[in-house]
């Protein structure tokens, strides 16, 4: 009998001059029967390498096996000569003695086959030939939990024989097989030679039930089928959010679950998520006494910037996971009766990006606070200049300098924030345009901003009378209700109290109702250079930052320059193609011919209103240092231009 073995190994190139096999004990190919004192020995089976076509042993060692890191209790030998003699008269397999002493123990041999050079690409190629792997996979991620956990795990309909060797499907009409129904019940079962049997007491993970309720979600009343068709078009979701727990395991067995679906026409798309954001744990600030132990916070003292214990032993801190027993917890309940919803909602959408930790410190609240009270600043002048004017037809006169610089505010502020939350997911990013945006609308200088250069004074009563004006605060309430739903929906009701410059920005409805807000179609949009590398193993190591990355595995954005979008959307990809390598991404192709770097294939993306990419990919083994030089080397001739712009504008 033929069985394929689960290896995971971090460099398939070496794998392929493996000799021998080493398991740890508890291995389900292990004998369980084995008493420690007989270990290591060698199983009556071989495993074939797939690459070399070498038959290889295969050893299994105590769990206490010094060797090298085993992934899921397996590993190959090192890839060198087996046994070697060094300084110290010890015998090695490759850097490893343990495996040494296996090497001559079990007499192992080298097959002069195993020598043969190979690359990556070749050893993928074989491998996916014959069906049994050369694919990226996790080192340690397994098939889910089946436990006896029946109290909430989900029941395998499966009916077991008195003496529990057979084991036959519950009958369709007895499906589904629910709480309630325990295990080890004598029930009927007329497919056992017995006429009666057993239910299976073994249950799956609670996994296996939520890696499909997705689809529910879209048919949730059908009783004929999972997701009817129709409904099932509407796949896949956009967007998945969830824990480090759910976007490593949770969403692993949902995908599984998805592509059995689709193989059985259920639904049409394999790939059940478009979209991952996974949230970093929530970290409270921990105090650890000079001999290691955790202090409640309740008895740490602060002394200005330090901390200490009641008795003046000195204090280190820390944000570590929150735990009763390292006294770091926080009560959200109490949080949320002294700071509100919107304010802790706020402070976890601003302390971190996605994927990173969040460090939870109340003193974070002081400078979102101040925001807030500025953002409502803003409203109530926009509703008292606008009482102040009832009367709309003798408006103020508004100046078109001003108008214009709004505008371009407008649309950038727009733009960066719908691009942070639509398409970057950065909603911590997003929030810093909204506040950026805010200060756009106070009494005083703008400040700078890069791509915006807007820079005037606006005075309280053009918020009562411009435009524009009236547009951005329009578009500042109803963007930060992502963040502060509840204040938004207050502001928004003082805005309606009054009668606006311009109808249209101020529909009558909740704020739920309101159009996101869009730009205007002769504004600017990014547009943006990905270089794309081959896949796989890199000189470079990790790719580098670069100027403006736009970037998956493997891609390094390489600049963005602000184009009218008028002018961009509407190319074909080949003038989108010429359109770059001609004028604004010129530079960049130019140092590309002179490293010899040969662009393969073109692709681009267009997302309107928001960015249009091109994307180039490199022919051969190109090291992401080398474009990193080149991004510096522009870099820096970009702002010596720059700065020479501004001597020359001040003379």
């Not at 020995?41 to 038959?55: E, F, T």
Request: aromatic content about 8%.
């Amino acid at each position: 009998m033929e069985e394929l073995l689960d290896l995971r190994v971090a460099d398939p190139v070496n794998a392929a001059r493996a000799t021998f096999i080493v398991l740890r004990q508890g291995h389900p190919l292990s004998d369980p029967a084995r008493a420690a004192d007989v270990l290591p020995y060698r199983l009556g089976v071989s495993a074939l390498n797939g690459v070399s076509g070498v038959w290889m042993p295969i050893i299994v060692v105590p769990e206490e096996y010094d060797g090298p890191v085993m992934h899921l209790n397996a590993r190959y030998a090192p890839p060198s000569l087996l046994t070697t003699e060094a300084d110290d008269g010890e015998l090695r397999c490759g850097d490893s003695v343990a495996d040494g002493l296996l090497v001559e123990q079990f007499k192992i041999k080298q097959d002069p086959r195993v020598l043969m050079p190979v690359n990556l690409s070749e050893v993928q190629e074989i491998a996916r030939f014959g069906n049994y792997g050369g694919y990226m996979t996790s080192r340690t991620l397994q098939d889910w939990v089946v436990s006896r956990q029946r109290a909430w795990g989900t029941p395998i309909p499966m009916v077991l024989s008195a003496d529990g060797k057979t084991a036959v499907p519950l009958s369709d009409d007895k499906l589904p097989l629910l709480q309630g129904q325990e295990a080890g019940t004598r029930v009927a079962c007329d497919r056992l030679d017995a006429g009666e049997g057993s239910y299976e007491a073994d249950t799956l993970d609670t996994f296996f039930d939520s890696a499909w309720y997705y689809l529910r979600y879209l048919d949730p009343g059908n009783q004929e089928a999972v997701i009817s068709r129709e409904a099932a078009e509407k796949m896949p979701v956009d967007i998945y959010v969830g824990g480090i727990e759910h976007a490593a395991v949770h969403m692993f067995f949902a995908r599984f679950l998805s592509y059995f679906l689709c193989d059985i026409g259920v639904t049409h798309e394999p790939e059940p998520f478009r979209d991952l954001i996974p949230q970093g744990i929530v970290r409270g600030k921990t105090f650890l006494d000079p001999d290691g132990r955790y202090v409640q916070r309740s008895e740490a003292v602060a002394k200005g910037n330090v901390f200490e214990t009641r008795d003046g032993r000195p204090l280190s801190v820390a944000y570590e996971k929150m735990s009763k027993s390292k006294g770091n917890g926080v009560d959200p309940l109490e949080v949320l009766d002294k700071v509100g919803v919107d304010m802790a909602r706020l402070q976890l959408l601003d302390s971190a990006a996605p994927r990173q930790a969040i460090n939870w410190e109340e003193s974070d609240l002081k400078g979102l606070k101040k925001w807030l009270d500025r953002v409502a600043w803003v409203v109530s002048t926009y509703v008292e200049q606008r009482k102040r004017l009832a009367d709309i037809s003798k408006e103020t006169s508004v100046d078109a300098r001003s108008e214009e610089k709004l505008r371009e505010n407008y649309n950038f502020f727009v733009r960066n924030t719908s691009m942070c939350l639509e398409v970057l997911n950065l909603h911590n990013t997003a929030l810093a345009r909204l506040q950026g945006f805010t200060n756009a609308l106070r009494v005083g200088s703008f400040p700078f901003v890069r791509f915006a250069f807007v820079v005037l004074k606006l005075e309280p009563a053009v918020l009562g009378s411009s435009p524009e004006a009236e547009r951005c605060v329009y578009a500042l309430v109803t963007m930060m209700q992502v963040f502060t739903p509840y204040l938004a929906a207050e502001l928004w009701a003082a805005l309606q109290s009054v009668p606006a410059v311009r109808a249209a920005v101020s529909p009558s409805c909740l704020l739920t109702g309101v159009p996101w807000p869009q730009v205007d179609p002769d504004c600017e949009i990014d547009f943006i250079l990905v270089t794309r590398l081959p896949e796989g193993p890199s000189k470079g190591g990790k790719v580098p930052p670069t100027l403006s990355c736009l970037a998956q595995v493997n891609d390094i954005g390489c600049g963005r320059v602000p184009v009218p979008r008028q002018q961009i959307e509407h190319l074909s990809v080949q003038e989108l193609i010429e359109r770059a390598m001609s004028q604004e991404h010129k530079d960049i192709f130019e140092k590309f011919e002179e490293k010899g770097f040969t662009c393969e294939s073109f692709s681009t993306s267009i997302r309107e209103g928001f960015h249009v990419t091109v994307n180039v990919s490199l022919r051969g083994e190109v090291d992401p240092r080398e474009i990193s030089l080149i991004l510096n080397e522009l870099q820096r001739k970009w702002r010596t231009s720059k700065a020479k712009k501004r001597v020359e504008a001040e003379q």
